[in-house]
């Protein structure tokens, strides 16, 4: 669940897992609340944009406009949270709870927009002030969710709450209002609260240098190549793809190949040469590894001391327990024990995967057994002999424009109805970002939606979702809402051509756009994509099954040449391989999820223990070792040293990576009642809008997933498409 008290200050979501940030309309704080003098605002920040749904003007903010405004935020968000601690009123729901959820407006405001561009499009000034601003803005959070009048206020009401006539979502609002605020400490001794408070400040630091470190190590490590010919099996395109970004990096005549944020490299099976595989892969696995400014892992050591050490003051034996507290698996043993049961399985078939390759390898003529840096090349003719799939041959048919204006738009109108138009007039943050005009099914206008889809050096890596805007019937808002990605762009003038897993990425995240759009709540911090994190990856994991929906693929998936429409044949041939290679797919994100919880289930004395870079790296291969899993040739997506999802974000996956596999067994039992149910069809789209995609975090999330399916989640359909079971027929 998002925070309503923590929304102003918190940065945009770790790749698509979006807890988004508000920004609001101005307009008064609710009724009944004690005169206090508030402060006014200077500067763009002071009042909501005047551009339409109030979408942030990227043509009148400066980079030197955000720290003055967080300042001034801040100092009226205290005033105001003061008029709420001194009305002389007894508590009540509207001038405690209500003026709660209405504060902070213009800290909202600047913290939406700065932290999409730290995240987007940052520079060294944003990275400066970040460091400046994210232990002020830690210390504020604090400063209001460990006030014990403010406290006592709220639960005085909480207290009272059966005697209250509250719609459902108003009782909603009081119960996360008052769990978040005992979350975050209120009834801790002042001791132990003020240790709190230092905890929160060191570790808003400690995330903000990682993700700041980890920028810098990915543009360090990135594959420089000198001579052309080393370069064979790559297209030209993306030959000239690596000239360019060496060029632009001031080294004309040379290629330059940029990391991706997960180990292996996309670039890797095309790779003929195999010591440069073997080079590019440990330039990825060792980027923030190996000494010098730019090593993670001092931070890393330091923020699992002090989580496992703010698990301790609140009771909780780990900080895994103590983070899971609002999620759907409510603790870590109902997610380890989930993801364990599939390490038998899925062991057994990463060793039968590596033995097809091996036995590939030598028909190759090889004299090596595969390892990290062979395994998608091999994988990749494996598959092409098995299923006759190109992947070169695919990727021709899906440009990155028409794939979203004619596929991904074109599944949101057959599923719900929405409509889009295309928009030149609003002002964006960089040149690659595009905007539309989001139309409800009615025609009514239902929000904006702005695009930025390709990779850039001060760009963080993966891909994600947010808001500029959030919905609010109390409000009166709209969403805005941006998606991010990483695609590698191509040179000037030659087609923006994606890989098939790049297009199943954009239906992801446009699933939790459309999350986003069609929220209907009246309270901020309950709309939308508000929910649980190991919820909110459910609905955008569903809409990644239209990506080869038959229909949607002949509207999209057209030759950039041709503009012939994908062959049948092709398409059955992306289905069956679909389950071709899943101990490695499947693998790597096992192998992360657990690495997160191992990190996150040490006991305060198990964790400052582990006080150095090389004890951070023994500590890492004796968890991976103990999974069971083939490790040394199915590594974890992520290494320690640039898991930005649990280390570069004080909110952020932390014990909660396991997310992305928890979803994905609502996900597939989900696409299999739209299959059981007619597929692509507007009355299937409105029961899944009614019953899962409107509701935000307003209600129980089983509940929600009975009201949509008629039955509780069945983990079979995702063993199935995974590979680990046979299909019962």
Not at 55 to 70: E, H, N, Q, R, V
């Amino acid at each position: 669940m998002k925070s309503h008290l923590l929304a102003a200050v918190a940065a945009s979501a770790l790749l698509a897992g979006c807890a988004t940030t508000n920004q609001v309309a101005d307009m008064p704080m609710t009724d009944n609340v004690a005169e206090t003098a508030i402060p006014s605002g200077t500067g763009y920040f002071a009042k909501a944009s005047d551009l339409p749904l109030h979408a942030p003007d990227f043509s009148k903010i400066s980079d030197t406009d955000y720290a003055p405004a967080f300042d001034q935020a801040m100092e009226i968000h205290n005033a105001e949270i003061a008029a709420i601690v001194n009305n002389p009123e007894a508590p009540t729901f509207d001038n405690t709870i209500v003026a709660l959820e209405t504060s902070g407006k213009m800290l909202n405001r600047v913290a939406t927009v700065f932290y999409a561009l730290t995240g987007a499009n940052t520079n060294d000034t944003l990275q400066a002030i970040d460091t400046e601003v994210s232990p002020k803005l830690s210390a504020h959070s604090d400063a209001i969710t460990l006030n014990p009048e403010l406290f006592a206020r709220v639960k005085a009401v909480y207290d009272n709450r059966a005697a209250m006539s509250m719609t459902p979502e108003d009782a909603k609002l009081l119960e996360e209002t008052y769990k978040e605020m005992v979350h975050a400490g209120a009834m801790l001794t002042p001791d132990q609260k003020e240790r709190v408070k230092a905890i929160n400040s060191r570790l808003s630091t400690l995330t903000t240098e990682f993700s700041q470190r980890l920028i810098e190590a990915n543009k360090e490590n990135a594959l420089v190549v000198d001579d052309k010919a080393m370069l064979a099996g790559l297209s030209e395109a993306e030959i000239a793809a690596a000239a360019k970004t060496a060029a632009d990096r001031g080294m004309p005549g040379k290629y330059v190949i940029a990391l991706q944020n997960t180990t292996q490299q996309p670039i890797l099976p095309s790779m003929e040469n195999r010591a440069l595989r073997e080079k590019l892969f440990k330039q990825s696995i060792h980027r923030a590894d190996q000494g010098g400014a730019n090593d993670t892992r001092a931070l890393i050591a330091e923020v699992a001391k002090l989580r496992a050490e703010k698990a301790a003051l609140f009771g909780q034996p780990d900080w895994a327990t103590y983070a899971m507290y609002d999620r759907m698996a409510q603790n870590p043993k109902t997610a380890i024990d989930f993801m364990n049961a599939m390490v038998p399985a899925l062991a057994a078939t990463q060793r039968a995967e590596a033995a097809a390759l091996n036995a590939e390898i030598k028909a190759s003529g090889g004299d090596f057994t595969v390892k990290p840096w062979d395994w998608d090349r091999y994988a990749e003719k494996v598959r092409m002999a098995k299923y006759d799939l190109d992947e070169s041959a695919v990727k021709p048919y899906f440009e990155v424009t028409r794939t979203l204006e004619d596929g991904v738009f074109f599944m949101a109108e057959k599923l719900y109805g929405v409509t889009f138009e295309k928009r030149t007039d609003l002002p964006v943050y960089h040149p690659d970002v595009t905007t539309y005009t989001v139309f409800d099914k009615d025609k009514s206008l239902l929000g904006i939606f702005y695009f930025d889809p390709f990779q850039r050096d001060n760009k963080r890596g993966g891909a994600w979702m947010s808001n500029f805007v959030e919905q609010s019937h109390l409000y009166g808002t709209k969403p805005v809402i941006y998606n991010v990605l990483n695609i590698p762009k191509a040179p000037e003038g030659e087609p923006q051509l994606v890989s098939f897993d790049n297009v199943e990425t954009m239906f992801h995240e446009f699933g939790h756009a459309l999350h986003g759009f069609f929220a209907d709540q009246k309270y901020a911090s309950l709309s939308g994509t508000a929910t649980a994190r190991d919820f909110v990856e459910y609905p955008s994991q569903v809409h990644e099954m239209w990506a080869s929906d038959p229909a949607v693929l002949a509207n999209y998936a057209r030759h950039h040449e041709t503009g012939e429409v994908i062959p049948g044949e092709l398409i059955a041939k992306i289905e069956a391989a679909s389950k071709f290679n899943q101990g490695y797919a499947l693998g790597e994100t096992m192998e992360a999820a657990l690495l997160d919880m191992k990190w996150h289930s040490l006991s305060p004395q198990e964790a400052a223990a582990i006080d150095t870079p090389e004890k951070v790296d023994a500590f890492e291969r004796k968890s991976l070792t103990e999974l069971g899993l083939e490790v040394e040739l199915v590594p974890p997506r992520y290494r320690s040293s640039y898991f930005s999802h649990i280390f570069s974000d004080p909110t952020g996956y932390s014990a909660g990576y396991y997310s992305y596999l928890w979803t994905e067994m609502l996900d597939r039992d989900s696409r299999k009642w739209f299959r059981e149910n007619g597929g692509l069809t507007r009355a299937n789209g409105d029961h899944y809008r009614a019953t899962v995609l409107s509701r935000g975090g307003t209600m129980d999330y089983f509940e929600m997933f009975r009201n949509f399916a008629g039955r509780e989640p069945d983990v079979t359909p995702m063993l199935e498409a995974r590979g680990l079971v046979e299909p019962v027929k």
